[in-house]
């Protein structure tokens, strides 16, 4: 257990301008607005640019969620980047993310893969961190390029992801916003459901001439969307029975935004009507590590989180990891 004097003091987030609608995808592959929305929820995603790298959408949002905080790069000694497409195999993103924004060298910096449960994997790591007493001010980032690990020829993947960065800043709890609690698991035996086979250690280096070959995400989606239900239901379920609580104390669930269909079956099978979950979706397509602080920033600059409410954080990926958090604002 971390803390429990911890808070979230600011949060941030940053989409690329460009946005990639399901008209435009139906021009690349073979699909449709209306396939992709009825079993997605998706109409649009956003694209970086070729020199939006993952380390500078990290820094817009970790900029804003500073400046939300009313902290400067000064006060930060922690910088965790959860990421699945980092800028570079080495070194961490978090390092250029500290260098964009003049974060100091007595901070530790390092990235953190836990695919779309990145995030609360950061969160929880940094909490823990932080409940050490050892640091005071972290920097907790999800941030994807997802739009470079795709095979825009396969439509069962290309249409379902996008690009973006959320961010959190961590510190001493000013008596609102303080974690109550996070629990993470992860299932290896699914690790080959959705991976990217090439690109790591574990893949062939080719011979001198020859390409590379391509290091793009596989998933077998149906398999997935089964397994994610069970996953966040059962992270759901345990942490609200550690706190005592029922899924009725939440005013506000915001969970991974994959797909509005899993969504939809964790609110049935959880007893809580769908208005209570914050989505996003339509909007950004699954951004993996990014999507849950971008939909908590957005939640919180809406006004759909109120002082006093119980937030619950919820979250399946590769790996397969999954998990779950809760926060009282
Ligand atoms: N456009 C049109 N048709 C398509 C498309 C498309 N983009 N993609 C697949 N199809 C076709 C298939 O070829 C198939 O055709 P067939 O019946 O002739 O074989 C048909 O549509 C149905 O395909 P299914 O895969 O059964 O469709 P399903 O209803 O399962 O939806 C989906 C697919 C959306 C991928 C769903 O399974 C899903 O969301 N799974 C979870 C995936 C997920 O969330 N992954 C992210 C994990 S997070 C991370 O860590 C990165």
Redesign the pocket.
Same mark, same amino acid.
């Given at each position: 257990m971390g803390s429990s004097t911890i808070g979230i003091l600011g949060t941030g987030s940053y989409a690329p301008e460009k946005i990639l609608t399901n008209a435009d995808l139906s021009a690349i592959?073979? @699909? &449709?607005d209306e396939?992709?929305f009825t !079993? @997605?929820g998706i109409r649009e995603r956003h694209i970086a640019g070729d020199n939006e790298t993952t380390s500078l959408m990290a820094a817009a949002a970790g900029r804003a969620a500073l400046v939300d905080a009313g902290l400067t790069p000064a006060d930060i000694d922690l910088i965790i980047v959860a990421t699945m497409t980092p800028d570079h195999p080495m070194p961490a993103t978090a390092c250029f993310v500290q260098n964009h924004l003049g974060v100091s060298s007595h901070a530790a910096c390092f990235d953190l893969n836990a695919?779309?449960s990145g995030f609360l994997y950061a969160l929880d790591t940094a909490w823990a961190m932080l409940g050490s007493g050892r640091y005071r001010h972290a920097l907790v980032i999800g941030a994807e390029k997802m739009s470079t690990v795709l095979d825009w020829t396969d439509?069962?993947t290309c249409? =379902?992801f996008g690009d973006g960065a959320g961010a959190v800043v961590l510190g001493p709890s000013r008596g609102t916003a303080e974690i109550l609690g996070a629990k993470l698991y992860a299932e290896g035996t699914h690790a080959r459901l =959705?991976w990217i086979p090439n690109g790591g250690s574990n893949a062939p280096v080719p011979a001198p001439g020859t390409h590379f070959p391509p290091r793009t995400l596989t998933?077998k989606? !149906?398999e997935?969307?089964k397994i994610?239900v069970r996953e966040m239901e059962d992270a759901a379920r345990e942490i609200l029975e550690q706190h005592q609580m029922s899924a009725a104390n939440i005013a506000c669930v915001i969970p991974?935004q994959?797909?509005l !269909?899993?969504i939809d079956v964790i609110a049935q099978s959880l007893e809580l009507p769908l208005e209570r979950f914050f989505v996003n979706l339509e909007r950004y397509g699954?951004t &993996?590590a990014a999507s849950i602080p971008l939909a908590l920033d957005e939640a919180r600059r809406s006004g759909r989180i109120k002082p006093g409410d119980t937030t619950l954080f919820v979250a399946?990926?590769?790996g397969l990891t999954y998990g779950s958090a809760l926060v009282r604002w």
């Open positions: 592959v073979d @699909t &449709s396939w992709i !079993r @997605t695919a779309c439509r069962t249409v =379902l =959705l998933m989606g !149906r997935i969307f994610a991974h994959a797909n !269909r899993i699954n &993996s399946f990926g590769a």
